[in-house]
Protein backbone atom coordinates (compact mmCIF):
# COMPACT_ATOMS: atom_id res chain seq x y z
CA UNK A 1 0.00 0.00 0.00
CA UNK A 2 0.94 3.25 -1.24
CA UNK A 3 1.58 6.27 1.50
CA UNK A 4 -1.34 8.39 -0.13
CA UNK A 5 -3.18 5.14 0.77
CA UNK A 6 -1.89 4.78 4.16
CA UNK A 7 -2.69 8.55 5.14
CA UNK A 8 -6.40 8.02 3.75
CA UNK A 9 -6.49 5.28 6.18
CA UNK A 10 -5.57 8.14 8.82
CA UNK A 11 -7.96 10.70 7.68
CA UNK A 12 -11.32 8.98 7.19
CA UNK A 13 -10.67 5.06 8.68
CA UNK A 14 -12.85 2.16 7.55
CA UNK A 15 -16.25 0.66 8.83
CA UNK A 16 -16.80 -3.07 8.57
CA UNK A 17 -16.98 -4.17 5.22
CA UNK A 18 -19.84 -5.21 3.29
CA UNK A 19 -19.63 -8.91 1.53
CA UNK A 20 -17.16 -10.05 3.93
CA UNK A 21 -18.57 -13.99 3.83
CA UNK A 22 -18.54 -15.54 7.56
CA UNK A 23 -19.47 -19.24 7.58
CA UNK A 24 -20.19 -21.08 10.33
CA UNK A 25 -17.21 -20.37 13.28
CA UNK A 26 -18.05 -22.54 16.19
CA UNK A 27 -15.25 -25.13 15.59
CA UNK A 28 -13.45 -25.65 19.28
CA UNK A 29 -10.88 -28.21 17.43
CA UNK A 30 -7.93 -27.96 15.05
CA UNK A 31 -9.78 -31.18 13.11
CA UNK A 32 -13.27 -29.27 13.10
CA UNK A 33 -11.62 -26.28 11.48
CA UNK A 34 -9.64 -28.94 8.84
CA UNK A 35 -13.16 -30.96 8.54
CA UNK A 36 -14.34 -27.36 7.16
CA UNK A 37 -11.40 -26.19 5.03
CA UNK A 38 -11.70 -22.78 5.73
CA UNK A 39 -10.79 -20.96 9.12
CA UNK A 40 -12.59 -17.60 9.98
CA UNK A 41 -10.33 -15.01 11.58
CA UNK A 42 -10.87 -11.54 12.72
CA UNK A 43 -9.06 -8.48 11.99
CA UNK A 44 -8.71 -4.96 12.69
CA UNK A 45 -8.26 -2.77 8.90
CA UNK A 46 -8.07 0.52 10.41
CA UNK A 47 -5.09 0.48 12.56
CA UNK A 48 -1.69 0.74 9.76
CA UNK A 49 0.54 -1.15 9.53
CA UNK A 50 -0.72 -4.10 11.27
CA UNK A 51 -4.40 -4.09 9.46
CA UNK A 52 -5.22 -2.30 6.48
CA UNK A 53 -7.02 -2.55 3.07
CA UNK A 54 -5.01 -2.75 -0.09
CA UNK A 55 -5.42 -0.93 -3.48
CA UNK A 56 -7.44 -4.48 -4.32
CA UNK A 57 -10.05 -3.19 -1.22
CA UNK A 58 -8.82 -6.49 0.85
CA UNK A 59 -7.33 -6.78 4.35
CA UNK A 60 -3.41 -6.30 4.46
CA UNK A 61 -0.61 -6.14 6.80
CA UNK A 62 1.23 -7.28 9.61
CA UNK A 63 -1.74 -9.09 10.88
CA UNK A 64 -3.01 -10.07 7.51
CA UNK A 65 0.53 -11.78 6.67
CA UNK A 66 0.43 -13.98 9.99
CA UNK A 67 -3.47 -14.95 9.54
CA UNK A 68 -2.58 -16.11 6.19
CA UNK A 69 0.37 -17.97 7.50
CA UNK A 70 -1.59 -19.09 10.11
CA UNK A 71 -4.43 -21.05 7.59
CA UNK A 72 -1.83 -22.00 5.39
CA UNK A 73 -0.30 -24.03 8.58
CA UNK A 74 -3.17 -25.60 9.56
CA UNK A 75 -3.92 -26.31 5.52
CA UNK A 76 -7.16 -24.60 5.11
CA UNK A 77 -8.43 -21.60 3.14
CA UNK A 78 -8.54 -18.28 5.39
CA UNK A 79 -11.37 -16.27 5.78
CA UNK A 80 -10.70 -13.02 6.88
CA UNK A 81 -13.67 -10.45 8.65
CA UNK A 82 -13.14 -7.11 9.78
CA UNK A 83 -13.76 -6.24 12.98
CA UNK A 84 -13.54 -2.71 15.40
CA UNK A 85 -11.91 -1.86 18.04
CA UNK A 86 -15.27 -2.51 20.28
CA UNK A 87 -16.77 -5.91 18.56
CA UNK A 88 -13.49 -7.86 18.05
CA UNK A 89 -13.98 -9.98 21.68
CA UNK A 90 -17.71 -10.25 21.06
CA UNK A 91 -17.47 -11.83 17.61
CA UNK A 92 -15.31 -14.26 18.84
CA UNK A 93 -17.12 -14.72 21.88
CA UNK A 94 -20.66 -15.12 20.15
CA UNK A 95 -19.05 -17.58 17.38
CA UNK A 96 -18.72 -15.51 14.30
CA UNK A 97 -15.43 -15.92 13.66
CA UNK A 98 -12.72 -18.33 14.91
CA UNK A 99 -9.86 -17.01 16.16
CA UNK A 100 -8.48 -13.11 16.72
CA UNK A 101 -5.31 -11.96 14.86
CA UNK A 102 -6.17 -8.30 15.34
CA UNK A 103 -3.88 -6.73 17.03
CA UNK A 104 -5.06 -7.54 20.48
CA UNK A 105 -2.79 -6.38 23.22
CA UNK A 106 -2.54 -9.08 26.05
CA UNK A 107 -3.78 -7.78 29.53
CA UNK A 108 -5.95 -9.44 32.60
CA UNK A 109 -8.93 -7.97 31.95
CA UNK A 110 -8.67 -9.06 28.50
CA UNK A 111 -7.50 -12.55 29.57
CA UNK A 112 -10.29 -13.30 31.72
CA UNK A 113 -12.83 -12.93 28.71
CA UNK A 114 -10.75 -14.90 26.09
CA UNK A 115 -7.33 -17.30 25.85
CA UNK A 116 -4.30 -15.40 24.04
CA UNK A 117 -0.99 -17.12 22.53
CA UNK A 118 2.27 -16.43 23.08
CA UNK A 119 2.53 -13.32 21.50
CA UNK A 120 3.62 -12.50 17.98
CA UNK A 121 4.17 -8.76 18.05
CA UNK A 122 4.13 -5.68 20.28
CA UNK A 123 3.32 -1.98 20.24
CA UNK A 124 4.72 0.58 22.02
CA UNK A 125 1.87 3.62 23.59
CA UNK A 126 2.43 7.28 24.22
CA UNK A 127 0.97 10.43 23.96
CA UNK A 128 1.22 13.12 20.89
CA UNK A 129 0.23 16.22 20.88
CA UNK A 130 0.28 19.84 19.12
CA UNK A 131 3.73 21.00 19.41
CA UNK A 132 3.11 24.15 20.33
CA UNK A 133 1.41 23.09 23.85
CA UNK A 134 3.17 21.75 26.77
CA UNK A 135 2.09 18.11 27.39
CA UNK A 136 5.22 17.01 28.94
CA UNK A 137 3.57 14.68 31.65
CA UNK A 138 0.43 13.98 32.85
CA UNK A 139 0.35 16.74 34.83
CA UNK A 140 0.40 18.53 32.33
CA UNK A 141 -2.48 17.04 30.86
CA UNK A 142 -4.70 18.49 33.29
CA UNK A 143 -7.60 20.44 31.46
CA UNK A 144 -6.31 19.43 28.14
CA UNK A 145 -8.78 17.01 25.25
CA UNK A 146 -6.89 14.04 24.96
CA UNK A 147 -8.61 11.34 22.59
CA UNK A 148 -8.44 7.35 22.40
CA UNK A 149 -9.75 4.93 20.59
CA UNK A 150 -12.52 3.53 22.56
CA UNK A 151 -12.07 0.15 24.91
CA UNK A 152 -8.49 -0.12 23.51
CA UNK A 153 -4.75 -0.47 25.88
CA UNK A 154 -4.14 3.24 24.97
CA UNK A 155 -7.48 4.07 26.58
CA UNK A 156 -6.28 2.03 29.75
CA UNK A 157 -3.04 3.63 29.56
CA UNK A 158 -4.39 7.24 29.50
CA UNK A 159 -6.95 6.45 32.02
CA UNK A 160 -4.55 5.11 34.33
CA UNK A 161 -2.47 8.22 34.55
CA UNK A 162 -5.05 10.77 33.76
CA UNK A 163 -5.22 13.22 36.39
CA UNK A 164 -8.74 14.70 37.71
CA UNK A 165 -9.11 17.72 35.44
CA UNK A 166 -7.68 15.77 31.97
CA UNK A 167 -10.82 16.30 29.52
CA UNK A 168 -10.54 11.93 28.14
CA UNK A 169 -12.63 12.13 24.90
CA UNK A 170 -13.51 8.20 23.26
CA UNK A 171 -13.77 7.69 19.57
CA UNK A 172 -14.35 4.77 17.48
CA UNK A 173 -11.61 3.90 16.66
CA UNK A 174 -7.60 4.95 15.94
CA UNK A 175 -8.38 6.90 12.78
CA UNK A 176 -11.13 8.57 14.24
CA UNK A 177 -8.85 9.91 17.30
CA UNK A 178 -6.10 10.92 14.51
CA UNK A 179 -8.67 12.76 12.49
CA UNK A 180 -9.29 14.55 15.77
CA UNK A 181 -5.95 15.60 16.37
CA UNK A 182 -5.52 16.64 13.04
CA UNK A 183 -7.97 18.70 13.06
CA UNK A 184 -7.53 20.61 16.35
CA UNK A 185 -10.50 18.50 18.23
CA UNK A 186 -8.17 17.80 20.65
CA UNK A 187 -5.33 18.44 21.91
CA UNK A 188 -3.31 14.80 21.97
CA UNK A 189 -3.91 11.51 21.28
CA UNK A 190 -2.78 8.51 23.63
CA UNK A 191 -1.73 5.69 20.72
CA UNK A 192 0.94 3.15 19.60
CA UNK A 193 3.69 3.63 17.56
CA UNK A 194 2.92 2.90 14.51
CA UNK A 195 0.18 5.40 14.90
CA UNK A 196 2.61 8.32 15.76
CA UNK A 197 4.97 7.31 12.77
CA UNK A 198 1.88 8.02 10.45
CA UNK A 199 0.80 11.17 12.45
CA UNK A 200 4.38 12.33 11.75
CA UNK A 201 4.28 11.84 7.93
CA UNK A 202 1.59 13.01 7.55
CA UNK A 203 1.96 16.62 9.56
CA UNK A 204 5.43 16.74 9.71
CA UNK A 205 6.48 19.63 12.10
CA UNK A 206 2.71 19.87 13.78
CA UNK A 207 2.92 17.49 16.39
CA UNK A 208 5.36 15.71 19.06
CA UNK A 209 5.30 12.58 21.01
CA UNK A 210 5.56 13.93 24.36
CA UNK A 211 5.45 10.80 27.39
CA UNK A 212 5.15 7.38 26.84
CA UNK A 213 2.51 4.89 28.65
CA UNK A 214 3.86 1.50 28.43
CA UNK A 215 4.88 -1.00 26.02
CA UNK A 216 2.13 -3.75 25.42
CA UNK A 217 2.70 -7.72 23.39
CA UNK A 218 0.02 -8.88 21.41
CA UNK A 219 -1.52 -12.07 20.92
CA UNK A 220 -4.10 -14.28 19.08
CA UNK A 221 -6.68 -14.70 20.83
CA UNK A 222 -9.21 -17.78 20.76
CA UNK A 223 -12.54 -18.76 22.91
CA UNK A 224 -11.79 -19.89 26.32
CA UNK A 225 -11.06 -23.84 27.26
CA UNK A 226 -10.18 -24.10 23.41
CA UNK A 227 -6.61 -25.98 24.78
CA UNK A 228 -5.53 -28.00 21.45
CA UNK A 229 -6.77 -25.53 19.10
CA UNK A 230 -4.56 -22.72 21.04
CA UNK A 231 -1.77 -25.87 21.59
CA UNK A 232 -1.66 -25.37 17.67
CA UNK A 233 -1.42 -21.86 17.59
CA UNK A 234 1.30 -21.39 19.88
CA UNK A 235 3.31 -24.03 18.21
CA UNK A 236 2.79 -22.11 14.94
CA UNK A 237 3.65 -18.39 16.61
CA UNK A 238 7.20 -20.65 18.21
CA UNK A 239 7.52 -21.88 14.44
CA UNK A 240 7.55 -18.62 12.25
CA UNK A 241 9.68 -16.96 15.43
CA UNK A 242 12.71 -19.55 14.75
CA UNK A 243 12.33 -19.88 10.81
CA UNK A 244 11.88 -16.32 10.78
CA UNK A 245 9.16 -15.69 9.18
CA UNK A 246 7.62 -13.43 11.55
CA UNK A 247 10.92 -11.21 11.56
CA UNK A 248 10.61 -10.92 7.89
CA UNK A 249 7.02 -9.24 8.35
CA UNK A 250 8.65 -7.12 10.91
CA UNK A 251 10.95 -6.18 8.64
CA UNK A 252 8.33 -5.40 5.80
CA UNK A 253 5.53 -3.65 7.37
CA UNK A 254 7.30 -2.36 10.96
CA UNK A 255 11.01 -1.37 8.85
CA UNK A 256 12.41 -2.85 12.06
CA UNK A 257 13.73 -6.06 13.61
CA UNK A 258 10.87 -7.61 15.57
CA UNK A 259 10.94 -6.28 19.02
CA UNK A 260 13.01 -7.92 21.58
CA UNK A 261 10.34 -7.81 23.99
CA UNK A 262 8.05 -9.74 21.87
CA UNK A 263 11.09 -12.54 20.34
CA UNK A 264 11.48 -13.54 23.98
CA UNK A 265 8.04 -14.01 24.87
CA UNK A 266 7.26 -17.60 25.28
Known sequence: MNLTRRNATLLIGFG?????AVGPASAQTVSEIKGRGVINIGMLVDFPPFGIMNTDNQPDGYDADVAKLLAADLGVKVNIVPVTGPNRIPYLLSSQIDVLVASLGITPERAEKVDFSSPYAG?????????????????KLVGKRVGVARASTQDTAVTKVALPGTLIQRFDDDASATQALLSGQVDAIGCSNTVVAQILKVAPGRFVETFPLSQ???????RPKQTEFLAAINAFVAKIKADGRLEAISQKWLKAPLADFVAAAK
Open 16 to 20: LLGGA
Open 123 to 139: IRLSIIGDKTKDLASPE
Open 216 to 222: QVQGIAV
